[in-house]
C-alpha cells in the first residue's frame, strides 16, 4: 500500500479552492492543505513537506509567481512539483511562471480530469 501523498492548494478564491480540493480527492491517498494566499502558503511549507503544490497566480500578499520563486530557492522543496492554476492565459505568463520554476501550468476554468491527470503525472502515478 503506497504511503498517504499530500498536496498544497494556495488559491485565494474560496469556490476555485473547493474545486481543486474536490478534484484532489480523486487521486487515491491524497491528503490536501489549503492555503489563501502565497503567505500562507510559506507559513504551510514551513511545517509540512508536500508531494505537490497547486498555486494561483493572482492572490493578495503574494502572487503565485512569488511564491514559486520562494519555494524553489528553498532546500526542502525546491524538487517539489508545483501546478500553475489561473486566469492568465498568455504566453508571456506560461513562460514565465515555467521558468520561475513552475512544472505544470493549466488555464481557468479548470477541468478537474485535467488537474488530476497532471497530479499524477508529476507525482509519476501514471
Not at 474536490?22 to 509540512?48: H, I, N, P, W
Amino acid at each position: 500500500m503506497p504511503n498517504e501523498l499530500s498536496a498544497l492548494v494556495v488559491e485565494d478564491s474560496p469556490m476555485m479552492r473547493q474545486l481543486l480540493v474536490f478534484a484532489l480527492s480523486r487521486v487515491k491517498q491524497m491528503r490536501v492543505t489549503e492555503a489563501d494566499d502565497g503567505v500562507d502558503g510559506l507559513r504551510k511549507l514551513a511545517t509540512s513537506k508536500f508531494d505537490i503544490i497547486l498555486t494561483d497566480i493572482n492572490m493578495p500578499i503574494m502572487d503565485g509567481l512569488k511564491l514559486v520563486k520562494r519555494v524553489r530557492t528553498d532546500p526542502t522543496h525546491k524538487d517539489t512539483p508545483i501546478i500553475v492554476i489561473t486566469t492568465e492565459s498568455s504566453e508571456e505568463d506560461r513562460q514565465r511562471a515555467l521558468s520561475l520554476g513552475a512544472n505544470a501550468y493549466i488555464t481557468k476554468p479548470i477541468q478537474a480530469p485535467i488537474v488530476i491527470a497532471k497530479v499524477k503525472e508529476l507525482l509519476g502515478l501514471t
